[in-house]
């Protein structure tokens, strides 16, 4: 560090003009007179113009209030450009918003239009402190050091650091809490052999012969209302949800297994098997499934395969027949894990 | 094309669609929910088969039986045609991913005309009567769970469509009217899968139906809902009206008094 440097002013600068280019560090320029401070008709106006401000805000104020209180919170109004909104929030919100906008308005106003605006420089002093007080600090450093003798007091030293290092171990136990590993959850659904499928939000079991070619139902397993607990409820939803549409089987290129379809009906995983969304956007004409989160695209007359998209995986198929009654069973559980991909499924 | 043909058979043709109304008339009052075929005069047959031959045959082929420019029309039901004609997705304009929607070219006769005669090449679905299409008594928060499990994936939450892949795209529902939800449910058109009275029921389709007719009153207490189409326009208009005022404020408080 230079010593004969003036620490107030930048490096490279010497009576505040950059020594190189003779360019002013700080320019200021000449100061401009307003309009207020010469004449003093234009103050009495701008102090007119803060005060109004002030005033306005007052009576919007009290305004919100009486409107809170007076308007009917039932009745509508039509405003241009707003379109039909409720009267006594937008009589409320208006004026208390206007209310509050003004105070800041008029103080913005009375500092730029009225307050001193001469330009000043705000001195700053070094941040190093002088080289006498660091070796000074350092001393008394050196000096604690010694006077706690971890030096020779060796079994001191090596518990100290042995419960130092021991003190982040409770905190990484308590990640567990976390919550149990999902184990096989995230390869299983309660799809099984004999589940009736039902239809989502009115679970009535469904009749093949009810299946017209072209229909959609978005289903869900009928055990589904066995499960009681809210969030266990979301969650198996959340995986056994399918969707069921009927196909000319003249249509049908390949399926995931041999005879998983009854006469054209086939069922697949409504959960998009990229980050998981719920799809049945279902185009009956190119039996495409769309994804409207990311576009991947699957063809359920195709074995559910990726047309386009980012998913890297088909959709997962359930194969299905019917009971005695003619009601459409599932024949067994998924045969793939359903949904996105996770870490362990490799 | 067809506006101001004058048919020889013009008394015949208003005593059939006299009859017609009279049936639909009929299954209004009958309380079986069953959907009954209307009651259909020859004549009616006739007049909407000379006019399939003339506005349809080309795409569809002489007998409806389909040909390469356009699908079979065997069994598709008096529904189908009704809706297709009526909202003016037919006659189409040319080939394409989808027949816009646009004004209809025919007249109600002529419509139950056409309707009429391709429901005698195939049983298919027929045009729900006025008591299919009551809603009065409809559930109407059943019909808001139905419409966002069945309908609101491609139609939207709030009903104004939606993208379908390959430039397609899933009409709004803003100008729909009961009986063309109604019929575009049962006969599934174009790319939308079928809902069939026997797996989505009639009260099921009616409360459906209801729920659309509230999101069509577009009630919006909180102001204008541009477009409700959701965080894409609340976003363009926070970004640009929003963010534009606070820098405007801004550059009123940076800039120097005069």
């Known amino acids: 560090m230079s010593h004969d440097h003036n620490e107030l002013e930048p490096y490279g600068a010497k009576d505040g003009v950059d020594v190189v280019s003779g360019v002013p560090v700080f320019p200021m320029g000449e100061h401009q007179l307003r309009r207020a401070d010469i004449d003093p008709k234009a103050a009495k106006r701008a102090e007119l113009q803060v005060a109004s401000m002030f005033g306005i805000s007052a009576i919007c104020l009290l305004g919100a209030v009486i409107s809170y209180v007076v308007v009917s919170n039932t009745l509508f109004i039509n405003v241009p450009m707003v379109g039909k909104v409720n009267a006594n929030h937008f009589s409320v919100g208006t004026l208390f918003g206007l209310g509050i906008f003004l105070i800041g308005a008029g103080a913005i106003h009375w500092a730029k239009k009225l307050m001193p605006d001469d330009e000043i420089v705000q001195e700053r002093h070094s941040l190093t402190s002088a080289p006498e007080e660091r070796a000074e600090v350092a001393e008394i450093y050196k000096r604690g050091a010694a006077e706690t003798g971890i030096g020779e007091r060796k079994i001191i030293r090596r518990t100290l650091l042995g419960a130092l290092s021991l003190f982040p171990l409770p905190l990484i136990v308590m990640l567990r809490d976390l919550g149990p590993m999902p184990g096989t959850r995230l390869r299983e659904t309660i799809w099984d052999e004999g589940i009736h499928l039902v239809t989502d939000a009115t679970y009535r079991k469904i009749k093949a012969t009810d299946m017209q070619i072209g229909t959609l139902i978005n289903a869900v397993p009928e055990n589904l209302l066995e499960v009681e607990h809210e969030d266990e409820n979301l969650n198996e939803r959340g995986k056994a949800s399918i969707i069921l549409v009927r196909l000319d089987p003249a249509d049908i290129v390949s399926q995931q297994g041999e005879g998983w379809d009854y006469q054209g009906i086939v069922a697949y995983s409504k959960i998009c098997t990229h980050v998981g969304c719920p799809i049945s956007l279902y185009q009956q004409r190119t039996h495409h499934l769309l994804c409207p989160c990311h576009q991947s695209t699957f063809d359920l007359s195709d074995s559910g395969n990726v047309v386009f998209g980012p998913a890297a995986r088909r959709m997962p198929q359930l194969p299905i027949t019917v009971d005695g009654e003619g009601y459409l069973v599932a024949t067994s559980g998924f045969q793939e894990p359903v949904g996105p991909s996770f870490w362990e499924r490799g | ?258």
């Not at chain 2, 006739?46 to 399939?52: D, Y």
């Not at chain 2, 491609?154 to 803003?174: F, K, N, Q, T």
């Not at chain 2, 790319?191 to 009260?203: A, I, K, Q, Y």
């Not at chain 2, 801004?250 to 005069?258: F, L, Q, S, T, V």
Request: charged share 15%.
């Open chain 2, 1 to 258: 094309m067809a506006l101001s043909r004058r048919h020889p058979a013009v008394l015949a043709t208003v005593i059939g669609v006299a009859l017609g109304t009279m049936g639909i008339a009929y299954a209004a009052v009958d309380s079986s929910t069953k959907p009954k075929t209307t009651l259909v005069s020859q004549t009616q047959v006739e007049e909407g088969k000379a006019l399939f031959i003339e506005g349809c045959s080309s795409c569809h082929g002489l007998a409806g039986q389909g040909t390469s420019d356009g699908p079979s029309l065997i069994g598709v039901g008096a529904a189908s045609v009704d809706f297709q004609v009526s909202t003016g997705r037919m006659p189409g304009v040319g080939p394409g991913i989808q027949a816009p929607k646009k004004k209809a070219i025919y007249n109600e006769t002529e419509i139950a005309a056409l309707a009429a005669y391709v429901a005698t090449l195939g049983p298919g679905p027929a045009i729900p009567t006025a008591e299919l299409l009551d809603t009065s008594g409809a559930e109407l928060a059943l019909g808001g769970e139905l419409f966002r499990t069945n309908c609101a994936q491609c139609h939207g939450v709030s009903g104004r469509g939606g993208a379908l892949s390959e430039g397609g795209v899933a009409p709004s529902l803003m100008d729909s009217d009961a009986k063309n939800i109604y019929q575009a449910m049962i006969s599934g058109p174009q790319n939308m899968p079928v809902f069939s009275d026997t797996t989505l029921p009639v009260e099921d389709k009616q409360a459906i139906i209801a729920y659309i007719e509230q999101l069509q009153k577009g009630e919006n207490p909180g102001g204008n809902g541009l477009g409700r189409l959701g965080p894409v326009t609340e976003g363009l208009f926070i970004w640009v009206v929003g963010l534009g005022a606070l820098l405007a404020v801004a550059i009123w408080i940076g800039a120097k008094a005069k």
